[in-house]
């Protein structure tokens, strides 16, 4: 037995229980507990133990790994098992991922490779703790706070590291904590517009104000950075989406001065970032595009050709030598015996061509679920102080699902991550409305 795999038996089977124990004890514990699960989601590769892998392969999962959010998800939710006596662990909306989970499972009959299959099948079970854990969390203490503080010091310490990477070390798209840039973006793109409603629907203290102002500014700024042409694209669509609602529910002087503000920001942003974004449409290969377009066509085809998919997390497997689904001499490649291709460019036709069109329908229909629930929630909370989140949250999952056309960051593990705790939000916020409505309290430093 490995020294990694002496790590991971003595986190899970010893060190969960003491800290599920240990959260237990305080609120204040508890609070420090989520806290830390939000802010470790970008350090999964960093703090994660591969049991075992296949680190070479270019899938969305290359191995069967446990990471830190995995293990404080798990301890989150034994403590809260400990004090409350129960868990709700179906809440609104899971039997529809379950479903999703299903066909993404049958696909497995057509797997090239089926353990490249379980590595994503162990992510997907791990995304639903993580779910669980945060829903149980904001059913039961209805607490917004800590969710927006640890966002707000994980988009600073992120930007961090990315100012480092491009002034220092000379980097011309940072991606921070992040393994990409495209998921830097999105992961901002989906957190922005929640900070954004709330300064535009709260009437908060200078303090508070200011620092949320601070941080929506600095999402705009990473966004900047990381050039994500996707990102830079949905950010102020989103971004519009709030101030729409916002302004249509009242106009002020306050919300005037705010959207003035940021437009002005956003203009000077747009003036700083348009020649990088230009220079990456002109400077892009005419084969790039060409390449975007076959991985395209390779996917409907695989769809086509097998009603469950390719199989789960097989792409990169089947859209390579000896498999016939692309035409490698068309691309021109010296050794077709050793390349790989790269992985289709959007989200959608990812999951349709490993797990079928029948999957990619059962993924619409959980994605779907949780955004038109989400709008109900916009309805339900009408002139109460946390209307502000659903709000932020439709904003933010348009512009990552439009976004998701053209990526496939949301299938990497901090994205989904993150996906799945906006939706432990949103089946939160779905139940005991009169209990949210009560709340009266808002962020405060």
């Known amino acids: 037995m490995e020294a990694k795999h002496v790590i991971f038996f003595l986190g899970l089977f010893v060190g969960v229980p003491i800290l599920a124990i240990l959260l237990n004890t305080n609120l204040k514990y508890l609070r420090w507990g989520v806290f830390l699960l939000i802010f470790s989601i970008p350090f999964i590769h960093a703090t994660g133990i591969g049991l075992l892998g296949d680190p070479m392969y270019r899938g969305t999962s290359r191995g069967f790994e446990i990471a830190?959010?995995?293990?404080?998800?798990?301890?989150?939710?034994?403590?809260?098992?400990?004090?409350?006596?129960?868990?709700?662990?179906?809440?609104?909306?899971?039997?529809?991922?379950?479903?999703?989970?299903?066909?993404?499972?049958?696909?497995?009959?057509?797997?090239?490779?089926?353990?490249?299959?379980?590595?994503?099948?162990?992510?997907?079970?791990?995304?639903?703790?993580?779910?669980?854990?945060?829903?149980?969390?904001?059913?039961?203490?209805?607490?917004?706070?800590?969710?927006?503080?640890?966002?707000?010091?994980?988009?600073f310490y992120n930007l961090l590291l990315m100012f480092d990477q491009k002034y220092r070390l000379g980097f011309y798209?940072?991606?921070?904590?992040?393994?990409?840039?495209?998921?830097?973006?999105?992961?901002?793109?989906?957190?922005?517009?929640?900070?954004?409603?709330?300064?535009?629907?709260?009437?908060?203290?200078?303090?508070?104000?200011?620092?949320?102002?601070?941080?929506?500014?600095?999402?705009?700024?990473?966004?900047?950075?990381?050039?994500?042409?996707?990102?830079?694209?949905?950010?102020?669509?989103?971004?519009?989406?709030?101030?729409?609602?916002?302004?249509?529910?009242?106009?002020?002087?306050?919300k005037v001065l705010i959207i003035s503000v940021f437009f002005i920001i956003a203009v000077t942003g747009s003036f700083y970032a348009a020649p990088m974004v230009a220079e990456r449409f002109e400077n892009a290969s005419e084969r790039s595009k060409e390449g975007r377009i076959h991985l395209a066509h390779t996917a409907v085809i695989m769809a086509n050709d097998k009603f469950f998919g390719v199989g789960l997390n097989n792409w990169s497997l089947k859209a390579s030598y000896p498999y016939t689904y692309t035409n490698i001499d068309d691309l021109n490649v010296p050794n077709p015996e050793e390349?790989?291709?790269?992985?289709?460019?959007?989200?959608?036709?990812?999951?349709?061509?490993?797990?079928?069109?029948?999957?990619?329908v059962s993924l619409l229909c959980w994605l779907g679920y949780y955004f038109f629930r989400n709008i109900i929630n916009i309805f339900k909370y009408k002139n109460t102080p946390v209307q502000y989140m659903p709000i932020g949250i439709l904003a933010g999952l348009f512009a990552i699902l439009g976004q998701s056309t053209l990526e496939w960051a949301l299938k990497q593990t901090p994205n989904f991550y993150q996906l799945m705790l906006i939706f432990a939000i949103i089946a939160a916020m779905s139940q005991n409305y009169k209990d949210y409505k009560k709340i009266k309290d808002i962020p405060s430093l």
């Open 173 to 254: 798209q940072p991606s921070g904590l992040f393994t990409h840039r495209n998921s830097t973006s999105m992961f901002i793109n989906m957190v922005a517009p929640i900070f954004l409603s709330f300064l535009l629907q709260s009437k908060n203290k200078k303090t508070v104000f200011y620092f949320f102002f601070f941080i929506y500014s600095l999402c705009a700024l990473t966004v900047v950075l990381a050039l994500s042409r996707g990102a830079i694209f949905f950010f102020p669509i989103s971004s519009a989406i709030v101030a729409s609602f916002s302004i249509a529910a009242k106009v002020t002087k306050r």
């Open 68 to 155: 830190l959010p995995d293990l404080l998800a798990l301890s989150l939710l034994f403590s809260i098992l400990i004090k409350k006596r129960k868990l709700r662990l179906a809440p609104l909306g899971s039997y529809l991922y379950i479903l999703y989970f299903i066909f993404s499972l049958i696909s497995i009959i057509n797997s090239g490779y089926a353990m490249y299959s379980y590595y994503e099948l162990l992510k997907m079970i791990l995304g639903y703790i993580i779910f669980s854990a945060i829903y149980n969390y904001i059913y039961m203490y209805k607490d917004f706070n800590i969710i927006l503080y640890s966002f707000s010091i994980l988009i």
């Open 339 to 360: 390349y790989k291709r790269g992985i289709v460019e959007t989200t959608y036709l990812l999951v349709a061509a490993e797990c079928g069109w029948i999957g990619l």
